[in-house]
């Protein structure tokens, strides 16, 4: 604060962030975190997978409804006057991609134009406009099978095994390669496996049609609303026979972001494009999930091993050293406290 009595305008000026593909699963969590924290947030979101009651959830969690315009970043002359018209943002976080692995690999042109063209239209209106904070929602799949675990940052990029993979390890480059020759600053967030849900169940997970991942497939299953979970292999060189992957409250990842704007706007980045590992460090074989789950629940579930999903890592947990000692960020909620939020959100959704 100034020795003025009266802060100074640059104390009363909240900060802006724009989130793209902010009415999303994770950027809708994200929302909450930043306005919590005391950001103005704007969303841009397409609605592609998502709904416009998101908004009310996260109006309802904050009491602040955040700005929020429809708009399709593959169209540049949307993005453009978007930017001419909203010419005080201080930072974007970018999570509006396509991520579904199976579809990526069927259609690989809407991947590629939907997660590298709109990355590239906003960075180019980031370089127009002077933005130069930008945070980007990366994946752990930009590593592939581990030779070591838990993984660290230093890991080598091994060859993507889907173009869903592909646009992640591009888009890192992309902006890795801006950075260098502007006044770009950027964090790529590498997230493991976000599950659950706000503790308050206005907002969670929605996937259209049949869910993809584990953990909304097992809540669906307890709901009734699937028949029954296959487990996809359990023949994997692991202590059960299962995969096993880090999965992560997404609250917790959501807060990971806070934490990245706040590096970037106060100017502490130490390089101009770092990347950050954003998981718990811990392991759960997809048994350990299913038993844990039957333990929070209180309710047996339906489920078949069935052979293995082609594409699928054996195990992968994160080294989360970097983003403790640099971010600063920790995840604090366990395995059952994740799937525990899970299971209510999706009760919520249900009526049950
Ligand atoms: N999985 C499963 N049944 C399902 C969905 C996923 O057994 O219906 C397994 C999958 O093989 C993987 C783990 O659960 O080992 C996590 O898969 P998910 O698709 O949730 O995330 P991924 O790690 O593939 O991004």
Redesign the pocket.
């Known amino acids: 604060m100034s020795q003025n009595k009266f802060p100074s305008l640059r104390e009363v000026h909240m900060k802006k962030i724009l989130v793209t593909g902010g009415l999303g699963y994770i950027g809708s969590h994200t929302v909450v975190a930043l306005q919590e924290a005391g950001y103005e947030v704007f969303i841009i979101d397409n609605l592609s997978n998502t709904s416009i009651d998101v908004l009310q959830g996260i109006t309802e969690i904050t009491n602040t409804p955040p700005s929020f315009v429809r708009l399709d970043l593959r169209i540049k002359s949307d993005v453009e006057k978007f930017f001419q018209t909203h010419k005080d943002i201080d930072g974007i976080i970018h999570f509006a991609a396509s991520k579904a692995?199976g579809e990526s690999v069927e259609n690989p042109l809407l991947y590629y134009e939907n997660n590298i063209n709109s990355l590239v239209y906003l960075l180019q209106e980031c370089k127009a406009h002077s933005i130069s904070n930008f945070i980007f929602s990366s994946s752990c799949?930009v590593y592939g099978e581990p030779d070591v675990l838990p993984i660290n940052e230093e890991a080598p990029i091994k060859k993507a095994i889907s173009p869903y993979g592909n646009t992640k390890q591009i888009s890192e480059e992309i902006i890795n390669d801006v950075c260098k020759v502007s006044s770009l600053n950027a964090i790529a967030l590498r997230y493991f496996?976000p599950i659950g849900a706000h503790e308050s169940a206005l907002i969670g997970e929605l996937p259209v049609g049949v869910?993809?991942?584990?953990?909304p497939?097992i809540t669906q299953t307890a709901a009734g609303v699937r028949k029954e979970?296959?487990?996809?292999?359990d023949d994997y060189n692991t202590p059960d026979g299962?995969?096993i992957?880090d999965y992560i409250h997404v609250v917790d990842l959501a807060k990971a972001h806070v934490k990245a704007v706040e590096r970037l706007i106060n100017a502490e980045n130490s390089a101009k494009f770092k990347v950050f590992n954003v998981g718990t460090g811990k392991g759960n074989s997809?048994l350990e999930v299913v038993t844990a789950f039957e333990e929070i629940s209180g309710k047996k579930l339906n489920y078949k091993i069935v052979k293995r999903?082609p594409g699928?890592v054996v195990a992968v947990f994160a080294d989360t050293k970097k983003a403790n000692d640099e971010l600063g960020w920790k995840a604090v909620h366990n395995l059952k406290e994740s799937l525990a939020s899970a299971w209510k959100w999706e009760k919520k959704v249900r009526g049950i």
């Not at 869910?211 to 953990?215: D, H, I, T, Y």
């Not at 979970?229 to 292999?233: A, E, M, N, V």
């Open positions: 692995v799949t496996n869910p993809q991942n584990l953990v497939y979970l296959s487990i996809f292999g299962s995969c992957r997809v999903r699928d």
